[in-house]
């Protein structure tokens, strides 16, 4: 078996699966299926979407806040459905704080970061959440500033910065090898997409800081809860239908346009 690590491998994956037929290839985070391609299956982390909404009802409940932040960069292709999620996350608790994106030049740009993190600072951020675990810097630039508290991605991000990073969704990769590893050693495997979620462990939310709010910890459990017992859609709000005129949406639609109510900071230019 060999595991690949992000979407960009799939082109290599297919080619070099069709001359060696008999391993198997799984790519991470590539959301798709390859019919073509009998021994290549993917990852993609199924319920980030749902974590972003909880992310969202955790910072709008956290005490005294008034201006929520994402950090991101600016070619990410999925940066507004991440905003748009946390956005209805925050509304879900009708909380009216502004959301204010800022983008980097990538996923490790010190000089673009510090930009970001500065401009946060200077704006009053709250709470700055991050797309993935390369800004430590600029956590800790913001955990030493008027703007001190922030969520992660990846990993539990505590253990760079400390009790000022709320929480982290944490991407277990242990699941998807496991689930691969027992597939082949039964001989089922197939060209399948596996999805990380919350249910299956792939998707886990860190435990919280200290710093968390004990009305925060308690609604974001409610919410949380509901999600997980399929009672609560993050797509199905009432955000949802002013904007679609239609009572749920899809991923696709929270992809490509920023919903009303999110401002954009370019720090790369």
Request: some cysteine; overall charge neutral.
């Amino acid at each position: 078996m060999i595991f690949l690590f992000n979407a960009p491998f799939v082109p290599c994956a297919q080619n070099v699966s069709l001359t060696y037929q008999a391993v198997k290839f799984i790519v991470h985070n590539a959301g798709d299926t390859y019919p073509g391609y009998p021994n290549l299956a993917a990852e993609f982390r199924g319920d980030l979407g749902k974590v972003r909404f909880i992310f969202g009802v955790l910072a709008a409940k956290q005490k005294n806040t008034a201006k929520i932040c994402i950090m991101v960069p600016k070619f990410f292709p999925l940066k507004e459905r991440f905003a748009n999620y946390v956005l209805l996350g925050m509304r879900y608790v009708n909380n009216v704080d502004s959301l204010h994106m800022g983008y980097t030049a990538s996923f490790n740009d010190p000089v673009t970061e510090s930009v970001v993190a500065n401009h946060f600072i200077a704006e009053g951020c709250d709470i700055t959440i991050l797309q993935s675990i390369n800004s430590v810097r600029s956590l800790i630039e913001l955990a030493n500033s008027t703007s001190p508290w922030s969520m992660g991605t990846a990993s539990d991000m505590r253990d760079f910065v400390g009790e000022s990073v709320l929480t982290s969704v944490i991407i277990d990769s242990f699941v998807t090898f496991k689930y691969f590893v027992d597939k082949v050693i039964a001989g089922t495997f197939t060209n399948e997409l596996f999805l990380d979620t919350l249910d299956n462990k792939g998707l886990v939310i860190a435990d919280y800081s200290c710093d968390v709010t004990k009305n925060a910890r308690k609604e974001t459990r409610k919410v949380i809860n509901k999600i997980l017992a399929g009672t609560l859609n993050p797509l199905c709000q009432p955000m949802i239908y002013d904007i679609f005129g239609t009572t749920c949406a899809t991923d696709l639609q929270l992809t490509g346009t920023f919903f009303p109510g999110i401002t954009i900071f370019d720090g790369t230019l």
